[in-house]
């Protein structure tokens, strides 16, 4: 089992990789340009310290990529999605609902990827819901982990005492999960079809898209 942060290589961006940046950007506002008239792009572009302003996004997306901590190891694919569940013991909360429609991932070795929310992705009460977690992950260039990954993470050792989640749409649309917690040397695990969103502290488990 293996574990690196994302951020390892220390080399700075390349002109290259600034070129492409520009270039992309430029074909983007060439698509939208119908979209803006020329005096209000003036003004725009009139504003103070207007680059720095379109680099802050960049950043933003950089920094989040940077802190993403990558996890390598082997995972048992021939259980059942109970059996996947049982392994990891503890007190169990399971929907049969959730269960059915369960993803699974391919292949028995798995590269994960976790991360926490940065503060400005939860709402004023400090939680988030499943759409904007989804958008969480598509911020980071991830998709949710399969369930199964995530409890052969916790199984094998790889994942340390924590509480790590993933999520997926279930038969009808809606958003399932399964919550892995341990607090006071109890591990639970929960698999439903709904919930009032997620709290802060969580550990989400991505794989690349």
């Not at 798995?110 to 989804?134: K, P, Q, R, V």
Request: glycine share 10%; hydrophobic share 35%; proline share 2%.
């Amino acid at each position: 089992m293996t574990k690196k942060i994302m951020n390892a290589t220390k080399t700075m961006m390349t002109n290259g990789q600034i070129e492409d940046a520009v270039n992309k950007f430029r074909s983007a506002m060439h698509k939208h340009r119908s979209e803006i008239t020329s005096d209000i792009a003036q003004q725009v572009l009139g504003s103070d310290n207007f680059g720095m302003m379109m680099f802050a996004p960049f950043r933003e997306r950089a920094k989040m990529l940077s802190s993403l901590i990558v996890h390598k190891f082997k995972v048992n694919r021939s259980r059942s999605p109970q059996e996947v569940f049982n392994a990891v013991g503890g007190i169990q909360d399971i929907n049969r609902e959730a269960l059915d429609t369960m993803p699974r991932g391919e292949g028995d070795e798995a590269e994960t990827f976790s991360f926490e929310l940065e503060a400005w992705e939860y709402t004023c009460d400090d939680e988030i819901g499943d759409d904007d977690l989804g958008k969480a992950y598509i911020r980071r260039n991830l998709k949710a982990a399969s369930p199964d990954y995530v409890a052969a993470g916790i199984e094998t050792g790889v994942f340390a005492d924590g509480k790590y989640g993933t999520h997926w749409k279930g038969a009808e649309g809606n958003w399932c999960h399964a919550a892995f917690s341990y607090w006071r040397v109890v591990r639970r695990v929960k698999v439903n079809c709904y919930g009032n969103g997620w709290s802060g502290g969580w550990i989400f488990i991505g794989v690349r898209k």
